[in-house]
């Protein structure tokens, strides 16, 4: 029907019936043509949407490890008693062996009051069922949970943790239908919604929680609670795996650390701290009648669940760290080390074609000296530029290096067995909380994150065989419909977080399995918002916040484009074509973005001949305002660039976490940022930035107002996330702020 | 556009235009090999700016697929994809043959269509909708005080400019 109509611009009119009956028909073929190509475009659009989220998320994931890694970097170069040490070795003091009795006297939860006027629920323990109900309405009508009942359930949850095997294994029998859910990311809403539709858990519905409980989300604490008031009433029944966010390291970045500080001005540190501990001993994977396998990430080639069940799995605090040892140097002091661990292996582990790799100290592990952050930079860029040509010597992989002897000479570990097998352990666990699988075969390091693998199907059908399992569940990659099968349905992606980028850029899912073992999948979408909106107007406002979003990194890296611009442009004419405009672009950028297809969303000002003027555009894309215009935009550009990174290391120089830091520190900040960062800022430079934000004058700098000045984050959104106006922020959390009840 | 010649696999087309048709099947290239799942044709068209119908796509496919393995490689989708540009073969749809399209449909000429009679004409002529091509049309048409759908407010709105 359709290729019999001609090409001729008009319908004619017959005025015979049959006449009309097939001029009807074309133009209702004609519409139908019509809008399935705007649908289809509109897929295009969302879909390009999407990769600009996901690659601006991992690539902060990633920017994490390299800070991390930088940070202890730096706590293995300097004396313990340096200014710069001090500021950061306060994240470092994780690994402190103690006895049981002194943590749960650090806890101590005896000496909290709850005052008389506090109308959030109160909590017995042993709990009961109607206190975890009650937790669940109190928090869906806003509520908070006062510190007191906050560090005993914490301290009751922690106690029980220890108790459960690295691997939980569950079973159907009974004809239990067990539920699975993904990623929830501290959306209350979302589990409000999944408990609506599926009921919560109970003796006839248990349910297992895949991770990634926390950041991102305003109520990360309340949905942890929750979680683990329901695994106190129903030990057996409710099961949690542990995904890479149950980290405190990333959870100085992704807002979890942040969320908690702010609910709990008093007593946020303890219970951080004792949720260190609890994330920790949270169990890594769940087996389902010994077929179905439920885990956070995923696997890679060297995946054992021997191994992993055998690991003392507690001693992994953050998964981005192998765990340290209490040592004692050549000089009898004490210091918190790792010298037990082969370091060079660990640098292996982490290194990447372009990423900061973890540097050897050239021989001086046990030797001292003082140092400024000046030598200190110097030492890195020769380190860097050593390593670098290693790496690009040797092409590594995670699987040869980790076995293969070392090369550089200058690890003195008497322990090295020992410490192959806990570097090996460490990778597992490292590789199931950060992998992502891919379509090709094989198995690759993840560049991408910065962590973990990109395994194919032949290491699924190979670890399914080996250990006779049939099905892996995982979660941690956001999905538009809320799940997503692949490797031949073997294996399911499982994501609950519905909206994670935006309102209606994705559904939310989770799985109902029965004795029979065929995933049954149930998806929703939280908030009327969406119910609301058409195809047509979420993407659209989606696609507004990515672009912003896109926008500003392309500023924040304005020039290493105007380089790449004029590479292209051989005869300085200011002018690119719009095929070298792209190749340019994402040279830089390594967003892997069909910056072709976005050009006519990110440029506005265009040449009739189809070129691109880039300084006219850099004009455009500059940030500018009267606050910072005084501020050299090269350095503008820098802070926008790593913002998050600052915002981290503010965080971590605000060690009694009042949200201001001193004049001193905040210069030590920007030392230690300029080394990192291998970027030249002057003093100057640094006083131009105080005296912009220290309007009183009283030598104190309120860390968020800096954010906001330079427009480095916008109160009414996420940056990272390019959420939009309609969904609730961190600056509702400042309606607590001054309520000393809790 | 092309140098003349009596095959379109010999044609040759400039550099500018294949870096345009190269972007557009890389972008759903999602094993990096050179292939593109024969579902997505539709949408590698329609993002280069083309209205084929659904028995064109069909054609096309049928005549390119490898082997009804379900995949279209780069190097029977390119030569096909040259006949398409040198033939023109799927004109845009402009806003006037839209506008008369909806005014065939208007038969009392209201300037407004109900939401029955459009599911009316689009599932049961033509190359029908599915219930759920029908429900998004419907929801984004249809004016939300009046329950009517106003062709002639919605077509602006909805039109893309094309790419090539």
Known sequence: MGCGVTKSNHLHKHTTSSGRAVTTIRAAILIQRWYRQYVARTEMRRRYTWNIFQSIEYSGEQAQIKLYNFLGYLMDNFTPSSNERNLISHIFRENEVCRDAEWERYFCYKNIEVPEIYSGPHLTFPLTVEEAVGLVEAFRNKKQLHSRYVLQLLLETWKLLRMFPNINRISTCHSKEITICGDLHGQLEDLLLIFYKNGMPS?????????????????????????????????????????????????LRYGFTKEVLNKYKMHGKRILKLLQKIFSWLPLATVIDQKVLVLHGGISDSTDLGVLARVDRHIYISALRPPKKRHHSLAGISIDSDADVDTAAISRVFQRRASFTYPKPMGTRYCFQNRSLQDFSDRIRVNMENQLELSRREEPTLNTQINKPEQESLCLSTDSVSSDNTVDEWKQILDLLWSDPMTQDGCIPNEVRGGGCYWGPDVTEDFLNRHNLQLIIRSHECKQEGYEFCHNRKVLTLFSASNYYDVGSNRGAYVKLGPDLVPYLIQYQASSMTRELTVRQSVGRTERSALRVLREQLFAHKSDLLCAFRKFDSENKGLLSLNDWASAVESVMHLDLPWRMLRSQLVTCKNSEGTIDYYEWFNELAITGSKT????QSLLEMLYRHRSTLETIFRIVDTDNSGFISMQDFRQTWKLLSVYLKMEITDEAISDLAVTIDSNHDGSIDIDEFMEAFRLTDKKSRLERGRSMFMGTASDLTKLEGDPNI | MAENSKSAEATVLNTKVLKKLKGAFQAFDTKSDNTVDIKEIGTIFYSLGFFPTQADLQKFTSEVEDERSGYIHWDRFLPAMTKVLLEDKFPPISDELLLQAFEVLDKEKRGYLEPEELTNYMTKEGEPFTQEEMDEMLTAFTDEEKKHIYYKDVIPHLTLERKM
């Not at chain 1, 215009?629 to 050299?632: K, S």
Request: overall charge negative.
């Open chain 1, 203 to 251: 003796l006839e519905k248990p349910y297992v929680f895949n991770g990634d409980f926390v950041d991102r989300g305003r109520d990360s604490i309340e949905i942890l609670l929750i979680l683990f008031a329901f695994l106190l009433v129903y030990p057996s029944n409710v099961y949690l795996n542990r995904g890479n966010h149950e980290d405190h390291i990333v959870n």
């Open chain 1, 629 to 632: 215009d005084h501020i050299d």
